[in-house]
């Protein structure tokens, strides 16, 4: 049966007295978990590039903003898809996840869930964003179909390649031509290099993020770039961070954008740079908390292009 569930307790790594695990009912509170409810920021770092590329797209376009309806669509499919992501990606994991400290008490090797229901509770989320993406125009539908490659291999490339977060990167930021197409039923340059440094953003703060299970990843076998760059990771982290800040710069650029964008992306660059230089590889928390900050990062970027375009739209 679908809602019959052990609930044993809490993931290790989930946020602690959460409203998942406070207010859900027994039977509700696995499938939150396996979906990441109570870990926002992943959906918000999926979102992020939809917003982006929306507020750019009303910068080219020459409107005031965002256009609200599509900014809601591009909010529900993120829980919907990240969800979706997450729960795939913990059954195609569950013999690593079963190994790994952070992550053996999660739904699926915790036996809070079979992968039957899992799947079933997969292909309830997809159809969810099947339904927002049906909202769009053709072509950005035909783009959001194309999305479900670089999810589908995501999972596996942590088994042979030290580029994992590089494939993170292509399915996350996939949004960054979501939000352009919405409103132009095509693409451009500008959305593309804005795809291209979301790319290496995420490249970055994953990285951030995979310093806190080296140890075992190295140990079951799990190959990361937190575990390629080592010891230079903050030199990578500079080059990564730079790149995506030049790439959203030129963005910004095709797009026609003026100085508020580019002082949105100034205070981003900021931003990085303090992550960087706090950094300290060999401290989980603080990794967690670093990666958790790209959310505000996010922030400082679309408040910039949004405001852009309400001043160009005056």
Not at 172 to 195: C, D, E, I, Q, T
Request: net charge neutral; proline share 5%; charged share 15%.
């Amino acid at each position: 049966m679908l809602f019959t569930t052990k609930d044993t307790g809490p993931v290790a790594d989930a946020v602690k007295r959460h409203w998942v695990d406070t207010r859900l009912p027994a039977w509700a509170r696995p499938y939150a978990r396996l979906a990441r409810w109570e870990r926002p920021i992943g959906w918000w770092l999926l979102l992020w590039p939809c917003l982006w590329s929306a507020a750019l797209a009303a910068i080219a376009s020459g409107a005031p903003w965002p256009n609200p309806w599509h900014l809601l669509l591009f909010f529900i499919g993120a829980v919907a898809m990240r969800g979706a992501g997450c729960t795939y990606n913990d059954i195609v994991d569950e013999d690593i996840d079963g190994k790994v400290e952070r992550t053996r008490s999660r739904p699926i090797p915790a036996g809070q869930v079979t992968r039957s229901q899992a799947k079933i509770f997969l292909i309830l989320q997809a159809l969810v964003g099947l339904v927002v993406l049906l909202q769009f125009n053709m072509f950005t539908i035909g783009l959001g179909v194309l999305s479900l490659l670089p999810v589908a291999i995501y999972p596996f490339m942590k088994r042979v390649t030290n580029w994992p977060q590089l494939f993170l990167g292509l399915a996350f930021s996939w949004g960054a031509l979501m939000g352009w197409a919405a409103v132009f039923g095509s693409l451009s340059w500008a959305p593309v290099l804005l795809y291209i440094g979301g790319i290496c953003w995420t490249i970055g703060y994953d990285t951030i993020y995979a310093h806190q299970d080296k140890e075992d990843d190295a140990l079951v076998g799990v190959k990361s770039t937190a575990l390629l760059f080592g010891g230079h990771t903050k030199i990578a982290l500079v080059l990564l961070y730079l790149a995506a800040t030049l790439l959203f710069g030129l963005a910004a650029v095709l797009a026609d954008a003026g100085p508020f964008a580019f002082a949105g992306i100034a205070l981003g660059a900021a931003h990085l740079y303090w992550q960087i230089a706090v950094l300290d590889i060999d401290q989980p928390d603080e990794c967690l908390k670093l990666f958790r900050s790209n959310g505000k990062y996010g922030w400082i970027l679309f408040i910039g292009f949004v405001l852009d375009a309400f001043v160009q739209g005056l």
